[in-house]
């Protein structure tokens, strides 16, 4: 694997570990205090790791892989139409009833990624 396709893969699994429990994404606050997480969080996703018309990124991922990676985007999408114009901190985001489902399609983006 080149090295795009490996640094595709290896940001995709850092955000989706990110969104993966709540604990992640308040640590990734604390670590980082001079952003503010959630939009920060959401911009690494949709503007610089999901691109899934992109060959390179075309070429990383198995059919199952983009399966996957495709239900966490659409759960991402959900939960910032929750969240609104301005997310809320992460303890709040967390507690979205959107936000279990990002868990659950995250986890499940690491299963196929990891195996």
């Known amino acids: 694997m080149d090295t795009l396709r490996k ?8 955000i ?8 992640a994404a308040q640590k ?6 001079h952003i503010f997480a959630p939009t920060e969080l959401f ?4 503007d610089d790791t999901y691109m899934p018309n992109a060959s390179d990124f075309i070429a ?3 059919l199952s892989e983009h399966e996957a990676i495709s239900a966490f985007n659409i759960s991402l999408e959900k ?3 929750e969240a609104g114009d301005s997310p809320p901190p992460p303890e709040v985001l967390c507690g979205l009833p ?9 986890n499940n983006v690491l299963e196929k990624l990891n195996a």
Not at 7 to 14: A, F, G, H, S, W
Not at 28 to 33: A, S, W
Not at 43 to 46: A, D, Q, S
């Open 60 to 62: 990383t991922f198995t």
């Open 43 to 46: 911009c690494m996703w949709f």
């Open 28 to 33: 990734f606050q604390l670590q980082v205090p």
């Open 98 to 106: 959107s936000c279990a489902e990002v868990k659950l399609r995250a």
């Open 7 to 14: 640094n595709l893969k290896t940001n995709l699994i850092d």
């Open 79 to 81: 939960l910032i139409l």
């Open 16 to 23: 989706a570990t990110l969104f993966s429990s709540d604990s």
